[in-house]
């Protein structure tokens, strides 16, 4: 699914986080978001999903993104008494999809008769990645989700993402794990005083994370005795 996203704008009170993002989404693509820590990702992902309120235009070929779109959040919600599997049922009953088979489609062996709240922060992560996947959406957001996963795990969903990519899906993910973004993405927005600074494709990751590290260490360390 091709999603256009014009001057989008956000704003807390006073502290202006999205100053006008323009964004192009194409089918079968995986884009990665970088920035700083309150660059404002988390922002634009709850604007893109219809969870905030913002100026601009989001606008997805042939419907509403959100009718289509699997939302990964940083720290997926979990009502109480709920468990893995009924957590799963009722994504599944959201997109009118069948909840069959569960246990065979359970890639993360989560302990699914469990409550969802009691998880670890990764299963959490990976109980909410399977909600999303399960539902057969056409876009999907994943903010940070090799964030607390196992070594496993993420080479697992690194796969899941090609295979998303294989199956034309588009994938926008964020990461503070350089290498994470290397092995999945085609291209990388750089997120940066409210703006898209930068967007970059393949050929120039290494240069990415070259001028990031510089920037990042540069002389900073030098104040230390090691
Ligand atoms: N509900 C809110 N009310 C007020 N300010 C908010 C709210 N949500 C986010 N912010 C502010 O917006 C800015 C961007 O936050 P956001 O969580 O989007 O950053 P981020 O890039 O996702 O950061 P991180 O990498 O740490 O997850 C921050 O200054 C944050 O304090």
Redesign the pocket.
């Known amino acids: 699914m091709n999603v256009e996203v014009f001057q989008l704008t956000k704003s807390?009170g006073t502290?202006e986080?999205l100053k006008g993002i323009d964004l192009n989404f194409q089918t079968g693509q995986v884009y990665g978001l970088v920035?700083?820590?309150?660059?404002?990702?988390?922002?634009?992902f709850n604007c893109l999903a219809g969870l905030e309120t913002h100026g601009g235009n989001v606008i997805a070929e042939g419907g509403r993104l959100k009718d289509r779109l699997g939302f990964l959040q940083?720290e997926p919600y979990f009502p109480s008494r709920l468990t893995g599997r009924e957590y799963l049922r009722l994504f599944c009953k959201a997109r009118g999809v069948p909840d069959e088979g569960l246990d065979t489609q359970n890639v993360f062996d989560l302990p699914l008769d469990r409550y969802a709240q009691q998880y670890s922060t990764g299963m959490k992560k990976k109980l909410g990645l399977l909600a999303v996947l399960l539902q057969r959406n056409e876009f999907f957001i994943l903010d940070e989700p090799f964030n607390g996963v196992d070594i496993h795990s993420a080479l697992l969903i690194t796969e899941i993402i090609q295979r998303l990519k294989n199956e034309k899906k588009t994938v926008l993910i964020s990461s503070?794990i350089f290498s994470t973004l290397k092995d999945t993405c085609d291209i990388i927005h750089v997120l940066d005083g409210g703006n898209i600074t930068e967007i970059i494709g393949k050929d120039d990751f290494e240069r990415l994370e070259r001028d990031m590290a510089a920037f990042a260490i540069g002389n900073r360390l030098d104040a230390i005795r090691f």
Not at 36 to 43: D, E, F, I, L, S
């Open positions: 807390f502290d986080v920035g700083q820590n309150g660059a404002g990702k988390t922002t634009l940083t503070h």
